[in-house]
């Protein structure tokens, strides 16, 4: 909630930074704001203090019990359907990471309308994905089956992604980020799912396994479409 949350107040701050101050200092605009919610988050001093105390207390009896064995190598190899998924929720990644990376200069380019302006159109996807996870946390789609699920949210997904790149009006665009972060929202939840559900013998090594497949694709993707 709070990675979404930002997702949609950091491009309106940039934006706004940008119209007042210019981008060479408005992208410097949302640090203050970083800065005093750390000050304000309470920090659990007592569990770290515990914490600190119990690793105190280990050394001074001289405890040297060894840690649990890592359960992934205990596990067998991941099966083939795993990997289909993990692809699949790859490449998706990829998409949502280009749709953030890209869809403000696709705005500038299609429209003509000013990069700030088109930064704050781009904050509309994340909307999409905030209204989309509720939805799927309030229970909706719940009795779907996941691929039909995954399925109609590619659709949706693509669709957005046609009216931003074919868009010639601001409502288009506008239209076709909130349809994009509509189906991106369950991607992620949904596939990753759908991945560990194909690999039942290997749940902490699938489970593992899906770390890079998120990290590659958001690293790799909007590069490699710029």
Same mark, same amino acid.
């Given at each position: 909630l709070a990675s979404v949350i930002g997702g949609v107040l950091g491009p309106l701050v940039l934006s706004a930074a940008a119209r007042g101050i210019g981008w060479s200092l408005g992208i410097l605009a949302p640090v203050p704001l970083a800065l005093a919610i750390a000050f304000l988050v309470p920090v659990g001093r007592a569990d770290v203090a515990a914490a600190a105390s119990a690793s105190s207390a280990d050394r001074a009896t001289g405890d040297t019990t060894p840690p649990p064995p890592d359960r992934r190598r205990l596990e067998p190899p991941l099966?083939?359907?795993?990997?289909? &998924? *993990?692809?699949?929720? #790859?490449?998706?990644? /990829?998409a949502e990471s280009s749709f953030v990376a890209w869809g403000a200069q696709v705005?500038?380019?299609? +429209?003509?309308?000013?990069?700030?302006? %088109?930064?704050?159109?781009?904050?509309?996807?994340?909307v999409g994905l905030i209204v989309g996870r509720t939805g799927l946390g309030a229970g909706i789609g719940a009795r779907v089956p996941p691929r039909t699920?995954?399925?109609?949210?590619?659709? +949706?997904?693509?669709? $957005?992604?046609?009216?931003? *790149? &074919? $868009?010639? &009006?601001?409502?288009?665009?506008? &239209? $076709?980020?909130? #349809?994009? /972060?509509?189906?991106?929202?369950?991607? *992620?939840?949904?596939?990753?799912? +759908?991945?560990? %559900?194909?690999?039942?013998?290997?749940?902490?090594? #699938? $489970?593992?396994?899906?770390n890079p497949a998120t990290g590659v694709a958001a690293l790799v993707a909007p590069l490699a479409l710029g």
């Open positions: 099966p083939r359907a795993y990997w289909l &998924a *993990w692809t699949f929720l #790859a490449l998706c990644i /990829g705005a500038v380019v299609r +429209v003509g309308i000013p990069l700030a302006d %088109a930064t704050a159109l781009g904050s509309l996807f994340v699920m995954l399925a109609a949210m590619v659709v +949706v997904a693509v669709a $957005g992604g046609l009216l931003v *790149w &074919a $868009g010639q &009006a601001v409502v288009m665009v506008g &239209a $076709g980020m909130l #349809a994009g /972060g509509l189906g991106m929202a369950g991607v *992620w939840p949904t596939a990753a799912g +759908v991945a560990v %559900a194909n690999a039942p013998r290997s749940p902490v090594l #699938a $489970g593992a396994r899906l």
